[in-house]
């Protein structure tokens, strides 16, 4: 029950939006279960008005006073009642059948049964109906989560973890609202009501039956148990193998290489291993279900047969009791199976809540500040910052004037691209702050802030759709002409009408069908078409060969005319054309000055140009 508990509670937000059908889908279960019980009962009639010592010949009940008895007096007024309309519809033991008793004999247990079947239907759609629109509400309320989560969430994740919060434990619980709720309402409320009418036809046999029963309950919850913590095992190994899954396949290329097939098909062929063994036992123990029911159910059986049989019943008493305890079985085997199947939910669901309870360590301001068109500076006053207990920046002071192109330059590990993430907000300093025009970035809504930014980096993303979308990501308000007028920007225009569907042309799967150089201008287009006043490069050059380098490069120079630029080089030839270069090292601004300068000083940069072969007097692109 606690795992029932703990997957209502959880769902309960959800189930709320669609209270109308969901109240519907529990109101038709209840009368899912009454039309059980009305084919109980009709049996129990017609095998009374066989047998020919009429039950209907017993005597009337005395009202002693009490509750109850009043209720089997009213109930008993009921039942005479309607066996006067009922009586010519139905045959009767010693009298002549006509077509009336005829007729309603034919039509009872099948209209019984389609008011059963068609009750359960609906039902099962009402709630099948709201646990889709759960699951997909879930879906999208998870992966906005994650969407709003800080970058250093992501660090510290693996895909094939994130993506399995998404779709894996999600459908544990749809499967759950989708087949267990509607077995939690009908199959209980109908043991409930075939129980009532076996208690009011025998209640000595019906209390056996109930002082008996629950002993199945004991090896059940064990086995549920198993299943739990089964579950728990095969969730943390597919993830393993997910995420395994996902890095053989995006570097295909370096397994290749490094001739790696063998080591990562044994690495994903282990995590193979771990899911049978789990599975396996998850198997072992749902399936045990129905034998210990059934056994425990034949030792019931057989024992009510002895008792029965002593008590000198009448063999129709006989026959519709025991059809009734046969009613009762399928129920209670489903009851049973919910229970396997909330104990495996129940880790999906503790999944879900965690990611659902996490914050995200960059915050929304509480009470924003109007964002205007960046005009004066950018500015970072005495940041600090570290990842983890690595500290990466140290009281670091810098001041870029509108318009102003910046070059950073250092070694790896120096702070570069961690001054980026900065001015993106996609982190927050530990100490010290980062202003745009005299304005604290965390003032700021970060839609707001990033609308005044262009990113191009190393790694250019690109989306499984056509050109035009690629492109109009940098604004999605985009019309076709400015998209177009983007593509020329970058010079991607031409290789664009090239292709045979032009802008609609599809992008597949990370951008594989284009060139290193052709990815870029595309993300330099969208750099363009989003038209900001600040411009944030990333290495944007370091993975191309100098022929694509060259071309992306006349692109970049376009695109950084009239704009505040921050390039972050690796290539320190590509800094040339920046107004100024600051070099870092251990997070701490060691120089500062214009490139030629830089080289004629003979300090840090000059170090690392040598290494490059760039020269004082000879401060050419390579």
Request: charged letters at 20%.
């Amino acid at each position: 029950m606690s795992n029932l508990r703990e997957i209502l509670h959880f769902g309960w937000p959800y189930i709320r939006k669609h209270k109308s059908r969901f109240i519907a889908g529990i109101l038709l279960g209840l009368l899912f279960s009454v039309a059980n019980g009305l084919i109980l009962k009709s049996a129990s009639v017609v095998m009374d008005r066989l047998d020919p010592v009429a039950k209907g010949s017993a005597p009337a009940l005395t009202d002693d006073g009490t509750l109850a008895m009043r209720a089997r007096i009213a109930f008993q007024n009921f039942g005479m009642e309607l066996s006067r309309i009922t009586d010519p519809w139905l045959p009767l033991s010693g009298r002549a059948i006509d077509w009336k008793q005829a007729l309603g004999l034919l039509l009872l247990f099948p209209l019984a049964i389609a008011f059963r079947g068609y009750v359960g239907y609906l039902s099962s759609y009402c709630l099948g109906w709201v646990s889709e629109r759960i699951h997909n509400e879930l879906q999208v309320d998870v992966l906005k989560k994650l969407q709003s989560l800080s970058l250093d969430y992501f660090n510290q994740s693996t895909l094939g973890d994130l993506s399995a919060r998404v779709q894996s434990d999600t459908s544990y619980l749809h499967r759950t609202l989708n087949l267990g709720l509607s077995d939690l309402i009908k199959e209980p409320s109908t043991v409930l009501v075939l129980l009532a009418i076996l208690m009011w036809d025998d209640w000595k046999m019906t209390l056996i039956v109930l002082v008996l029963a629950p002993l199945c309950a004991i090896p059940v919850a064990k086995l549920g148990r198993k299943v739990r913590r089964s579950t728990a095992s095969t969730i943390k190994s597919k993830v393993a193998q997910s995420s395994l899954l996902l890095d053989m396949l995006s570097g295909v290329r370096v397994v290749k290489a490094f001739g790696l097939e063998n080591r990562q098909l044994e690495r994903f062929s282990s995590h193979a291993q771990d899911l049978i063994r789990h599975g396996v036992k998850s198997v072992q123990a749902r399936e045990l279900v129905n034998p210990v029911i059934e056994t425990c159910a034949a030792l019931l059986f057989g024992g009510l047969l002895i008792l029965l049989f002593q008590s000198g019943r009448r063999p129709g008493e006989i026959i519709v009791f025991l059809g009734g305890l046969a009613a009762i079985y399928t129920p209670l085997k489903k009851i049973a199976g919910l229970h396997i199947l909330f104990e495996q939910s129940s880790a999906g669901v503790r999944r879900l809540s965690q990611i659902l309870r996490q914050e995200p360590t960059v915050k929304e301001p509480s009470a924003p500040a109007a964002i205007t068109p960046f005009r004066k500076e950018i500015r970072f006053e005495n940041v600090s910052f570290g990842y983890g207990d690595t500290q990466v920046l140290t009281d670091l002071n810098l001041r870029i004037p509108a318009g102003q192109k910046l070059g950073i330059a250092g070694e790896s590990g120096s702070g570069k691209s961690t001054l980026l993430n900065l001015l993106f907000r996609f982190y927050d300093p530990t100490r010290g702050t980062v202003s745009l025009d005299g304005v604290d970035v965390r003032a700021l809504l970060t839609i707001d802030l990033r609308s005044q930014m262009a990113l191009v980096s190393q790694e250019v993303v690109l989306f499984n759709q056509d050109i035009r979308s690629n492109i109009a990501c940098g604004r999605l308000d985009a019309t076709p002409q400015d998209i177009e007028l983007a593509a020329r920007a970058a010079f991607a225009h031409d290789f664009i009408m090239a292709l045979p569907s032009g802008y609609q042309t599809e992008v597949s799967e990370r951008g594989m069908n284009f060139s290193g150089g052709q990815r870029q201008r595309l993300a330099i287009a969208r750099a363009f078409v989003r038209n900001a006043p600040i411009l944030a490069l990333d290495e944007a050059t370091a993975s191309l060969d100098s022929e694509s380098e060259s071309e992306v490069q006349k692109s970049i120079d376009a695109l950084s005319e009239h704009r505040t630029v921050v390039c972050v080089a690796h290539r320190l030839a590509t800094l040339a054309g920046m107004d100024r270069i600051i070099v870092l090292e251990k997070g701490r601004v060691v120089e500062d000055g214009g490139f030629d300068e830089l080289l004629r000083r003979g300090g840090r940069f000059a170090d690392m140009a040598r290494k490059q072969g760039i020269f004082a007097g000879a401060a050419q692109r390579s």
